[in-house]
């Protein structure tokens, strides 16, 4: 791994996106290959979201940086309660189907509460926080959003990792047959509200001085089956009345904090683990 040192040291982020990538994509092809396209969730989901992890541990030894600063960015607990409380309120809000439920009612609809166990949803949330898609954000937010928002604005930064953040689940609408991604929503609903979501973490990560543990409650949380559903068929605006509202709270914060660094102040430090600009 040496002689691409040089490359990864001229080039860290693409050199991140690409191992990112290599691992995800390889293991969606052996899935796909060996099992077929309906290899359950656990198999089909769960290895493949350790790529941006395995990623950004790679690249970041390999800059000889420092691994415990940067896997340290979890440990930052001690922040103001709001966060806490964002961090647990908006993936209810807009993830798990309380606004647009919300809207539906407001204009007339009904709503209906779906009667799954509530172990059912302690074992999701500690299987994605622990095992799964939340171990992205070491990634995702960790690596690459403090690394592109030096060279440019933590908005920008964080609209270019929505965007990969896309391509980066496209196997599992094509290749995969998995209810919750469905083709049709892909470059519509899906791929908005991903980039949106994008720079609501971002927000929440460098507003809690570069805490992991925050996008990490708020990804585990907002992958939780929804609990409150319109009963009755959304029609017109109202079908997208979620992901529209997520889109126009995250241009809020945009107006409210500044495209610079998404927050009242950047993170500290600027780049976690990178011991040669830190020192």
């Excluded at 309660?81 to 647990?88: F, G």
């Excluded at 009904?110 to 799954?116: A, D, F, Y």
Aim: charged share 10%; aromatic share 16%.
């Amino acid at each position: 791994m040496s002689r691409f040192k040089p490359v990864i040291r001229e080039h860290p982020c693409s050199s991140f996106f690409v191992l990112a990538f290599l691992w995800t994509y390889t293991y969606d092809a052996i899935i796909y290959v060996t099992v077929g396209p309906s290899p359950g969730l656990l198999l089909g989901e769960l290895p493949r979201t350790w790529g941006p992890l395995i990623a950004a541990v790679l690249v970041t030894w390999l800059l000889d940086g420092n691994l415990r600063e940067w896997a340290g960015q979890v440990t930052k607990w001690r922040v103001k309660p709001r966060w806490y409380v964002i961090a647990i309120g908006l993936p209810f809000l807009f993830a798990n189907g309380l606004a647009e439920s919300g809207i539906h009612l407001i204009t007339g609809g009904s709503i209906e509460v779906l009667p799954s166990p509530w172990w059912h949803y302690v074992l999701n949330f500690v299987v994605v926080l622990f095992f799964a898609g939340a171990l992205e954000e070491f990634g995702w937010r960790g690596f690459a959003q403090p690394r592109l928002q030096e060279r440019y604005s933590a908005f920008v930064a964080a609209l270019g990792i929505g965007g990969i953040w896309v391509i980066w689940h496209l196997p599992l609408f094509y290749l995969f047959d998995f209810a919750a991604y469905d083709t049709a929503a892909l470059w519509g609903t899906f791929g908005v509200w991903l980039i949106a979501r994008s720079v609501v973490f971002a927000w929440i990560y460098n507003s809690t001085g570069g805490s992991l543990l925050f996008p990490m409650l708020m990804h585990a949380l907002g992958n939780l089956p929804q609990v409150i559903v319109p009963a009755t068929e959304l029609n017109g605006i109202g079908q997208y009345s979620g992901e529209i509202l997520l889109v126009l709270f995250s241009i809020g914060l945009v107006v409210a904090y500044g495209p610079s660094y998404l927050a009242a102040s950047p993170p500290d430090p600027l780049v976690p683990g990178n011991s040669a600009r830190n020192r």
